[in-house]
């Protein structure tokens, strides 16, 4: 079960438009499981699996390493800031 509010963060969209993605997920088959309008819970018990061409996959990949090299980087920027408190 997913709060409105994760999925609002997740998918980077405004928290007064995630129960409409939800009813378009749900309508097209993306999705099955239901919405609690009531809490701004959705609970999604399946969700359309997808296959990737080599193009997608590759650019998964490169995107994927970009991002480690992101999380690289700000470990070694928060190592050096923690020397700077620390000491």
Do not use: C, Y
């Amino acid at each position: 079960m997913s709060s409105f509010n994760d999925v609002a963060t997740r998918t980077k969209l405004p928290l007064d438009q995630i129960e409409l993605l939800a009813m378009h997920a749900l309508s097209l088959g993306l999705i099955r499981g239901s919405i609690d309008q009531v809490d701004e819970k959705l609970n999604m018990h399946w969700v359309k699996p997808r296959v990737l061409d080599l193009r997608q996959v590759a650019t998964l990949k490169k995107r994927l390493d970009q991002w480690t090299n992101d999380v690289k980087q700000m470990s070694t920027l928060v190592e050096q800031q923690a020397g700077d408190i620390l000491s």
